[in-house]
Every structure is written in C-alpha cells, then in structure tokens.
C-alpha cells in the first residue's frame, strides 16, 4: 500500500469511528415532534464544533486544490509560450502538491458530510430536498475533475512537446472548468442558507421551492467571485509557503535558488490576488446588504463589529509581510538600491493605513462604556473609524503595495525605449493623481450624506484600479527589449524572508477561518435565514474569542496536514533534484540558473 | 533539519498564538438565541422590565441601530427634548397610547417610520415570539414613562394565539368595510404606498398601478408580496406583511384588486 492509500485508510477508520461515536448513544439525540431526530450530539466539544472544524478543514485543502490549478496552467503556459522550462517544471510542482491535498479535500469533504447527517439530520434532509439535482451534478463533476487531474499530471512528461504539449495545457484548463463548476454549485448551498428568496418562507415546503431561484439566489455570484479570488490568493501563500520549507531545509545553492524563485512567484500571485480581493468583498457586502439591511447591519455594526477591527489586523500584517518580502527580495537584485530610499515612506503610508484602518467606530456598547467614552462614538475614534478614512486608507495600502511590486519589477531592468523618460513622468503622475482623487473623495465624505458617502467609494475603487492598468500596461511597452542592469541572485536571500512567507500562509489561512466565521455567523441562529431555525443546545453564535481558539485549532489541523503532503513532495522531489544535476539538466535550464533572471 | 522544522513550528504557533489572543483581548459579544419568557409565577412589571432589557441589549439586536449613530431614532436618551422614549412614545401617533404605539412599531414598523430615518427595520416577530415582544415593550415604556403592560396583555394575546389555531383565522380583527380606500386606510397601506396624495413612496407608487400590472398580478402581490419584487424596491423586499389573506374576506379581496386594477 502506498503512502497515499495509507492516508486514505487511516482518514476512513477515523470517519467511521467517529460516525459510530456520535450516533451510538440514543441520550445525546435530540427528537423532534414528528419523531424525526432534530439533532444528534457529537462527544466532547459538540455537534457545532465538530461540524465546524470539519467545514473549515476542508474549505482549506478545497481552496487549495482549486486556488493552485489557476495558477498552474498560467505558469505552464507562460512556460510554452515563453519558451521557459523552468515555469513548466514549477507548473508541475504546483500540481504534484495538489494530488495528496485532493485526496485530503475528498476525505474532509466525506466527514462533513457524515457529520452532517448524523448531527443535523433534519436540516440535511431539508436541503438535500431542494438541491438533490445539483448534488448529483456535483458529484458527477467530481469524477471528471479526479479524472482529469491524474491525466494532467501523469500525462506530464508523456504530452511534453508540439501539439502534445497544447494538448496537455487544454487538460490544465479542463481542470479549471471543474474545478470552478464544483466550486460554483457547493457555493450555491451556503448562500442559499444565507440569502433564501424572497418568496420562502418557514412555511413553504422543500418541494415548492423554485430549484433556480434558489440556487442562483442573492449572494451566490458576489460568494463565487470573491472564493475564484480567494483561492487563487490561498493558493499562491500555500504554494510558497511549501517554497519557504524547502528553501530553509535546501541541500545546496541550487535547490535554494530554485525555491526562492517558487517562493517569489507564489508571493506575486498572492499578493497580486489579494490587491483586488478587497473589491470582490465589497460587492459581496452590498449584496448582503441590498438582501437584508438587517443583516448586512448585524455584520458590519452588529455583535460582529469587533471582527473587523481584527480582519484589519490581519490584512495590515499581510500588507506588512508582504511588502517587506519584496523589500527584502531587492537585496538580490543589481540596481534595486536606487530605490532604497523610498521604502521607508511606503512603510510610512502602510502604517498609517493600517492603524486607521483598524480603528473602530460603531460598537456595540453598555450604557457605562457609553457614558465613559462621552457619547456614542469616541472623540477621536469617530472621526477616524468612520467609511471615508478607511476606504482612503486601504486605496492608498493597495497603491503603495502596487508601487512596491512596480518597483521590483523595474530594479533590474534598464528600458531601451526613447521614451522612457515620459513613461515613467506619466506612470507617476498616474499614480499621484489615483492618490489625490482617493484623499480628495475621503475628505469630502465627510461632508455629504451617509448614502452620498457610499457611492464615493466606487469612485475611489476605479481610479486605483485604473491607475494600476495604465501603468502596468506602460511598463510593459516601456520594459521590450530592456536590458538586465545585472543577474538576480536567487537564494540569496535571507532566512527570515522566509519566514515572513510562512508567516504570511498561516495569516491567510486564519483569515479564512475568520472570513469563513463571519459569513456563516451573522445567518445568527437560523440555519436557513429566516426559514429553518436552528433549535438546538449550540444555537447561539459564540464571541470572537471562543471563534478565534476554534480557527486556531482548524489552521492547526490543516497546517500540519499540509506539511505532511509538503513531506510527501519532498520524498519524490530529492530524487528528481539528484537526477537533474547528475545528468547536468541545470544547464539545460531545467534547474533555475543561480545567478539567472 | 530538526532545528528548521522546529525554528517553522514555532513560527507558526506563535502566530497563531498571537491571533488567538487578539481574538479574546477585545469585548466578548456572543448572538444569543431569544429566550422564551416564562410565564410561570407572578408577572410583575419589573419581571417584564428586566426580562426587555435582556432582549433589547442582547438577542433582539436592538442596539445595533437605536443608540448608536443615526441609523434609528435613540430610545436611550431625549430626542428633541421630548425625553427618552418611555416619554415621548405616547405623543408618535394621535390616537395610540404609548403601550399600542411601541408594540405597532415593533411588529409593523414600516408604518411607524420616524420622519428622517430610512425604513430599514424588520417586524421583530421574525426573531422574538410575542411575549417577548411585550417585555420588550414594558422595557421601552420603563425608558421615561410607566409601564403599563401587564400580565393581560400577554395572557390576551395567548389566548388570541389559541383562539386562531383552533379556528384557523389570524389574531388580528377583521374589518367589514367593503370601501377599498377604507380597507386600505384600516390595512395600513398608505404607510409605504402612494395613492394619488395619499401615503408614503417607500413601496411602488398605487396611482397608476392598474396601467402597469394585471388584476391577477395585484391579488398575487397582495396574497404572496414576496413572490415577485418590482425592479427598483428590492431593498425592501420582505418588509410588506404577508397576512393580508387572513385579514380579509375574499369579497374584500376582489374589491381591493378591482379597485386598484382601475388605476390607471
């Protein structure tokens, strides 16, 4: 037996196990008046707990194994068409990383739901009765997406040129198309226990509801398209991450080298993601709130105002750690020097950022603590916890973190063009100019109406976005032909780089826990909001303290799961390294040139 | 090796540990579920007070709009020196005392809109049962005034509760005019709809409603508010009561749709 039907085994036993533990006892059942058992109870930490680490483990390896497919078929394309070796055999590291982390999402996904039938037996049945079909679908998708992943990558050095090869990258984007299918039709489930039509009602039976509108109901898109981000963002910091690992454990100068570059790459996926999550979220909140002002208030002002001065937290040590990697990154770059000077105003602008950020504003509040701060908002807080300070604090985080990128992109290039010098006047002023509009709107938001006030924020949103494609597109025609100011040291950098990287995957990773929290819990005790009631002893949403223990723990179980497929990787990865500089392949550029671009 | 993977296994249980911990420095609120007042021993104005505060600062959600910024009115403290909302609430409407005042703007707040604030709150019966909604009542009265909900008005409303689900009619007393510019007074139509000079534009505009829809669409509208919500009021989907077939003959009913399907 291998190690992966080892792993399979194992999982197995224990779903069993715990299947015959929480059903054996009839005192832990909950009967409901029909005699239909409401709820079973799972031993120790509850029936809650248990089918919340089992949810949020395998939403993980899931957005894992869809996050890194997007990103593999672009490096192996950018391998093709660039006529680079080096992308095609890091675009087969990625997915040689997904086969184990699949069978960690399968085996997750059977607890779930094994949990969820033995331990919300009656809401199970509710939902399997309006979604049956799209179930049968999903699972259909399931054996497509298995199949064609294990056609991909075994298929990998069979299909390795010409038409074969093409052949080989459709494969890649079939994986996708599964991939986003699968994700697209379980999406379809939790929005619907969020955002059920208008028309449903407790009163309305699983048979009268319109399969359709239920399915494509008010949040579903907005979930979609901020999960497509997400998982590439989750990915990205997974990926290097495993990058991180194998780079401090490296043998030798070439194995670091070769790492450091993953790293890099994973890095610039994440964070390039992450600089447009932040718009995908916002849609996702207006549709809450176009759905159910109660709702989107309970989510934003409500008993979880308090999670989003952690989010800001959380995202600020991102924006942090991720631009002090590239900051970092620059030491290994001939000519990044040049711009050593500017990084301590970025830190300046970052910082500031994140401390307004992470002010709050509207708190839910005693009466004393009330009396105590003088009224219903602090003096200072209100002014800076309020919507136009953060919007103008995180536009101007995400255009300071674009510039780092910008600059490390420029460090080692010297353009050709005659018109480098306008180029680069024009980027600046665009930059400048996204700046001051984001300052401009900011300010005058304090002015207007609340309802005025959130219209600004769109303005705010395009002109960053449209500075950013103005100058990466100038880059792009200004950088043809440019010519190296020097070699790029990969793996000379050091450790603590790495470290950040780390730092940066467990940070997402808790993110997605707390991301995961607050979009399940402001559903508060309703199973199915405003339809199915959730009656049981685990009916109240917890505090953000008792959540951020059970986060902690399901970053934990997850963590050291995907160190164990990181190990798996290496086992077949030591050989390949061996082969490669016995027969010479770096030369050929199989293995990262050190001191190669 | 062992001394990286170790330096890696404390890195991140450190991080974690530092997360975990931010989590449980800041103010612990858990969403409780409702609880359901027990009326069992003797229903004293202070038990009802007590048991509204309960409600009010913690499973009803009250506060996450009344008493903090200007999304509600603030029922803690005296809005334009009328005093607190035990105070003033008898002086909202002519003809409601302060008891059937707060109770109405609780459970069909649509109509009891105050002037310069947006309809955005929902009728509490979606998360309270009714006798929680008169604790919270006897609380608000508390707030200024005096409270005057007693055991009667839970008892009562028990007994109305019990009297619908023995009968299969709804609690709430059914008018016998057939004018349907009465009924829709007596509904409380006008609170959101537009009719000519009468009523509020919260909901979609009566005045010309038989030129954009068919009779059936209106009784279906009337029947089933939530099936279909007209382009541009999505917002305030689901705040139209949907009992309206229980509060109405079906003679009434015709006569409603026929009346309306005359708009043009």
């Known amino acids: 037996m291998n190690a992966r039907g080892l792993i399979r085994t194992a999982c197995l036993a224990l779903v069993v196990a715990l299947l015959l533990t929480a059903g054996a006892d009839p005192a832990w059942a909950q009967a409901g008046a029909d005699g239909i058992r409401e709820y079973g109870n799972f031993p120790v930490v509850g029936s809650r707990v248990a089918v919340w680490v089992a949810a949020q483990v395998h939403l993980m390896f899931a957005a894992f194994v869809l996050g890194v497919p997007m990103f593999a078929v672009v490096t192996e394309a950018i391998g093709i068409f660039g ?13 040689r990383l997904l086969l184990v982390a699949y069978s960690a999402t399968a085996l997750w996904g059977a607890t779930l739901t094994f949990l969820l039938i033995t331990l919300y037996p009656r809401f199970t049945i509710y939902l399997t009765a309006i979604f049956d079909v799209s179930i049968w679908f999903y699972v259909a998708l399931f054996f ?47 929005s619907y226990m969020m955002s059920p039509p208008a028309e449903v009602t407790p009163d309305t039976a699983p048979a009268q509801v319109q399969f359709w509108s239920a399915f494509a109901n008010a949040t579903w898109m907005p979930i979609n398209i901020h999960r497509l981000i997400a998982n590439v963002v989750f990915g990205g910091a997974i990926v290097s991450a495993y990058a991180a690992f194998r780079f401090l454990s490296a043998r030798d100068q070439e194995e670091r080298a070769h790492y ?3 790293g890099y790459v994973g890095n610039f996926i994440a964070i390039g993601a992450l600089i447009v999550l932040p718009f995908a979220g916002y849609w996702l909140g207006r549709e809450i709130y176009e759905y159910n002002q109660a709702m989107g208030i309970t989510m934003m002002g409500g008993f979880m105002s308090w999670l989003w001065i952690i989010q800001a937290f959380l995202i600020g040590v991102l924006f942090l750690a991720g631009n002090y990697y590239l900051w970092v990154g620059m030491g290994r770059i001939p000519g990044a020097e040049r711009f050593t000077p500017y990084t301590k105003w970025m830190l300046l602008v970052l910082i500031a950022g994140v401390i307004v950020w992470a002010t709050p504003h509207t708190m839910i509040a005693s009466r004393e603590e009330l009396a105590a701060m003088g009224g219903t908002h602090h003096p200072f807080l209100g002014v800076l916890g309020v919507m136009s300070a953060k919007n103008t604090a995180v536009n101007l985080m995400i255009l300071t973190t674009f510039l ?14 005659s018109w480098v010098k306008q180029g680069t006047i024009v980027q600046g002023m665009a930059l400048g100019l996204a700046a001051a509009v984001v300052v401009f709107y900011g300010i005058y938001g304090y002015f207007v109406t609340a309802i005025v006030r959130i219209g600004f924020s769109v303005y705010q949103v395009l002109t960053v976005l ?26 000379e950098m050091p450790a603590r780089s790495q470290y950040v990287l780390i730092v940066l995957a467990v940070t997402f990773t808790w993110l997605m826990g707390l991301m995961g929290f607050a979009r399940s819990g402001i559903r508060q005790h309703w199973h199915v909001w405003e339809v199915m009631r959730d009656t049981s002893q685990w009916a109240a949403t917890p505090a953000l303290g008792y959540a951020g223990i059970i986060i902690s723990a399901c970053v934990l179980i997850f963590l050291a799961i995907v160190s164990f497929v990181f190990w798996i990787g290496g086992l077949v990865e030591k050989p390949v390294f061996a082969t490669a500089r016995s027969s010479g392949e770096s030369d050929s550029g199989l293995l990262p040139q050190v001191g190669g671009d | 090796m062992f001394a990286t993977n170790l330096k890696i296994a404390i890195v991140v249980v450190l991080t974690l540990a530092a997360y975990t911990l931010l989590a449980n420095m800041i103010p612990q609120i858990e969403s409780e579920v409702p609880e359901e007042f027990n009326l069992s021993g003797e229903i004293t104005a202070e038990r009802l007070v007590a048991a509204g505060e309960r409600i ?18 603030n029922l803690l403290r005296s809005e334009g020196n009328l005093g607190r909302i035990g105070a003033r609430c008898d002086r909202r409407e002519s003809g409601l005392d302060c008891k059937e005042y707060l109770f109405r703007s609780l459970t069909e707040p649509a109509g009891y809109v105050v002037e310069g604030y947006n309809p955005i709150m929902p009728d509490v019966r979606r998360i309270l049962s ?15 005034g005096e409270v005057t909900v007693t055991a009667d008005d839970l008892t009562r409303w028990d007994a109305g509760e019990q009297e619908e689900a023995a009968t299969g009619t709804s609690g709430v007393s059914l008018s016998s005019t057939s004018d349907p510019l009465e009924l829709m007074t007596e509904l409380g139509c006008f609170a959101c709809h537009q009719l000519g000079d009468l009523g509020n534009a919260i909901g979609p505009p009566l005045t010309d409603v038989g030129a954009r829809r068919e009779a059936e669409y209106i009784r279906e509208s009337i029947l089933r508010p939530r099936a279909d919500i007209s382009s541009g009021y999505e917002t305030f989907a689901g705040m139209m009561p949907a009992d309206f077939g229980d509060r109405v003959t079906a003679a009434q009913l015709e006569a409603l749709v026929e009346f309306l399907a005359a708009q043009r």
Not at chain 1, 145 to 166: F, Q, V
């Open chain 1, 83 to 95: 006529k680079d070796e080096r992308y095609d055999r890091l675009s087969k590291e990625f997915t």
């Open chain 1, 144 to 190: 497509f997406e298995s199949a064609t992943l294990y056609i991909y990558y075994y298929g990998w050095e069979r299909w390795k040129k010409g038409g074969a090869k093409l052949f080989h990258w459709s494969l890649g984007i079939l994986l996708n198309v599964w991939g986003t299918a699968v994700l697209f039709i379980a999406n379809s489930w939790l």
């Open chain 1, 260 to 262: 450091d570059w993953m």
């Open chain 1, 404 to 417: 780092s990128f910008m600059l490390y992109r420029r460090a080692n290039k010297r353009p050709v063009v």
């Open chain 1, 466 to 491: 449209a500075a950013m494609i103005l100058v990466v597109v100038l880059d792009i025609l200004m950088l043809r032909g440019a010519k190296a100011r020097g070699a790029i040291r990969w793996g």
């Open chain 2, 56 to 73: 009010y600062n913690g499973a009803g959600g009250c506060t996450v709009c009344h008493g903090l910024g200007t999304r509600a009115p």
């Open chain 2, 130 to 144: 009714e006798d929680q909604v008169w604790t919270l009542v006897a609380f608000l009265e508390s707030l200024g």
